[in-house]
């Protein structure tokens, strides 16, 4: 049974959830990236250059246009875009690379 009825959540609420759902995405893009990374790895060359080539498609999809992500940016990250963010495509770069230095 839930702690909150909806009359009790409010915008902080949601945006906290949004929140834990983006670091949710993160980490599950890494882990998607650096398997595909590690995958490469035991595939005949042209197959690993295609493979590398496409290692960041089709991951998560991107919010910046919706009116609640718009607000949970301006809340949590000063109106900037965490999964557009330099520190996460840097760090997502990294993991494509097999330059990853986070714990598995």
């Known amino acids: 049974m839930s702690e909150y009825s909806p009359q009790e959540v409010n915008t902080y609420d ?4 949004i ?3 983006i670091q949710d995405i993160q ?6 990236v650096r398997t595909r990374f ?3 790895q035991y595939l005949p060359v042209p197959d690993r250059i295609n493979m590398q080539a496409d290692i960041l498609s089709d991951l998560a999809g991107r919010y910046e246009d919706h009116p609640a992500y718009l607000q949970y940016m301006d809340l949590y990250h000063n109106n900037l875009d965490p999964l557009n963010s330099d520190e996460w ?3 997502i770069l990294s993991v494509s690379c097999g330059e990853d230095s986070t714990p598995v």
């Open 89 to 91: 495509i840097h760090h």
């Open 14 to 17: 949601f945006c906290q959830l």
């Open 38 to 40: 590690q995958l490469s």
């Open 27 to 32: 980490h599950l893009e890494t882990e998607v």
């Open 19 to 21: 929140h834990y759902l």
